[in-house]
């Protein structure tokens, strides 16, 4: 078996409103093997982005990881102090976020941004470090690097933007890399060449990745394993084939019928209803409320993971007795 | 004996025979002596207060902002007033020497300057703190906090810088303002009498003003460029210094 990267285990980050305690991640596990590209899904609210959040320890005020274990190469991160932390964050853990033009510092030219966090984790001269610059910013396909580093985050594009803001995540060649929906304010034909420069560079580093998305188009194109999020819990876990064409839980089902697709006529299905309020979340299983296949059991009982197939995990009661339309009903 | 504006005395002469130009002139030492290090006593203040409240918000903030108000509400000039007098008594030597800069000061000024500086920093602190709350909102510096950067160095260089051009307005509005406050103070009587600010030759001569008039008319206006030109060179700068607006 290949070792973990990242193992999370019953990781509990709450914030602490003064409307009351907002659940937003509430006890989920999965791991992150070495090279993999795992897509972390689910809607908005569901705890994706805090989830990476929190294995970086930067939850913003007033939110707190409560439980848990984040195991980064076997050590646990919860249990590290601010400094290793801070020497771990852009060291070797890195995150890219979702808009690259309030990622970036206005202030400062894209080259002072860059070595900043070169400098910050290496020990390396001022000549090197330009040449770290140009190198990285040259690999992400920022045309001209040597003039352009000398500019503004405001005299850039919004795609050169997210390609500078994944150079300065690269810079110091992390071995784990959060991509918190890099591409949601991106056109759809910079979409995909910042989705294929991921890919490359990811190769290119031997990198692992958690790709954070709620478009299941991306999942099914960047990842090979997938961990579905559901209102702060795991609802599924599995390969990314096995989960477009064998879904088991119904929240998958779902989010696969809400996807529109052109080569099948067919009306798109919404999920009724909205992601639950988390400062008081559904009792028992947190789907049921919008789930088609509630029963009784699902109103009383928190389900738990169960394995179903080989790395096919999946947190439904009724898993047994229903049959879920995939998004490919006959095998390729 | 006093002398209207003339090509020898510009300014003309003081009731009691003093050139008014040449302490016109004098004063703009003392005028710029205080604008500058009460606004650097204030801003200095401000800054930390501001910075500390909004980046870490939550009691933090409740704590400063309420000392903050405390010293918005009270009357301050007449609180300066107050203490400049209780002050002024005590000071032993007749210069203090401002270390590094080598600059020597008037005793008597620089009670002034430091009780200007620690009464005025109320409205700039609440004006930082806001404009920390907003940039601490922007996405990057929670990129810059996964990058490894500590609070320090996330307030002082990736904050700080961006609210830069705010604080320059603000800066520059203040030296302008504590001109003004030390005339005031001058005026009233209450200034140090051994040194020729603008504001004390405005006192000196005012009970004469309506026959020696360019005794108070030509300090008047220098005081009035002065700010006025401090308040230009501010706007001025926070155009100079926004990236969007350089080429």
Redesign the interface.
Known sequence: MVESVLNIEGLKTYFFTEAGVVKAVDGISFNLKKGESLGLVGESGSGKTVTALSV?R?V??PGRIIDGKVEYNGEDLLKKTEDEM??????EI??I???PS???????SIESQLSD?IR??QNVSKDETREKVIEILTMVGLPEAETRINE?P?QFSGGMKQRV?IA??LACEPTLLFADEPTTNLDVTIQAQVLDLLNDLKKKFGMSLVMITHDMGIIANMTTRVVVLYAGSVCEIARTHDLFAYPRHPYTEALLAAVPRLDMRKTLRVIPGNIPNLIEPPSGCRFHPRCDYATETCKKVIPVLEEVGPEHFVACHEWRNIRLKGEMTHSE | MRQAPSWKYPFGTSGIGTDVFSEVIHGTKYALYVGILVTAITMGISILIGAIAGFY??WVDTILMRITEVFLVFPALLLILVFVRIFSLTAAEPFWIIPLINIQIPAGLTIVILILGVFNWASNARMIRGEFLRVRE???T?????????NLRIIFR?IL??I?SSIIVVSSLTIAYAILLEAAVSFLGFGDPNTITWGQILQENFSDARVVWWAEFFPGLAILFTVFGFNLLGDGLSDALN??L?E
Do not use: C, T, W
């Open positions: 970086l930067i913003p005020k801070r020497r771990i964050r852009g060291g890195a995150i976020f979702q808009d309030s990622s970036l510092n206005p202030v400062y966090v910050a984790h503004y405001h803001a300065r995540a | 918000g939550g922007l996405e990057f929670e990129a810059e906090k996964a990058l490894g950067a500590s990736h810088p961006n830069l990236p969007r350089r």
